[in-house]
């Protein structure tokens, strides 16, 4: 078993990747969280800026750079960092290339070590018809 652990001096995430299931670079398979620590959870986050508009119509690739920019604006605002999110939730509309979603995301978040755990999945639609991917966190900080 793989194990890659963010320490604190209160708080404990582990991200495990065990034999047996796939690997990949972009996810761990499993996180676990101990001791002192704050949970944050992040609503669904969609393509729309701070003035309510919807950014990148048609454009997978910059509504994918919008909500990764909300969701760090909602982590900073709960005192997080994009280091500390333990899980994602991805939404995109079917139809979709989800590669450049990916690339996106890549270019936004960068490559940073311990990847989340992650859960994708393609969807008929979401609250609003031009929005093309939806995303939701949780986070873990320590105390």
């Given amino acids: 078993m793989t194990e890659?652990?963010?320490?604190?001096?209160?708080?404990?995430v582990e991200f495990l990747n065990p034999e047996g299931l796939p690997r990949n670079p972009?996810?761990?398979n499993v996180a676990?969280?101990?001791?002192n620590v704050r949970t944050i959870?992040?609503?669904?986050?969609?393509?729309?800026?701070?003035?309510?508009?919807?950014v990148g119509i048609g454009d997978l690739a910059a509504q994918t750079g919008q909500v990764?920019?909300?969701?760090?604006?909602?982590l900073a605002a709960a005192g997080a960092e994009?280091?500390?999110?333990?899980?994602?939730?991805?939404?995109v509309v079917e139809g979709q290339d989800f590669a450049s979603g990916y690339a996106a995301f890549q270019q936004v978040w960068g490559d940073r070590p311990n990847p989340p755990v992650?859960?994708?999945?393609?969807?008929?639609?979401?609250?609003?018809?031009d929005f093309l991917v939806e995303m939701d966190a949780i986070a873990v900080v320590p105390a």
């Fill in 68 to 74: 990764l920019r909300n969701l760090r604006t909602a």
């Fill in 4 to 12: 890659r652990a963010s320490r604190a001096e209160h708080g404990r």
């Fill in 41 to 54: 959870y992040i609503g669904g986050q969609d393509a729309v800026d701070a003035e309510g508009n919807i």
């Fill in 82 to 91: 994009p280091e500390h999110v333990v899980k994602w939730n991805v939404l």
């Fill in 118 to 129: 992650i859960t994708a999945a393609l969807v008929k639609g979401l609250a609003h018809p």
């Fill in 26 to 28: 972009a996810f761990s």
């Fill in 32 to 35: 676990v969280v101990s001791g």
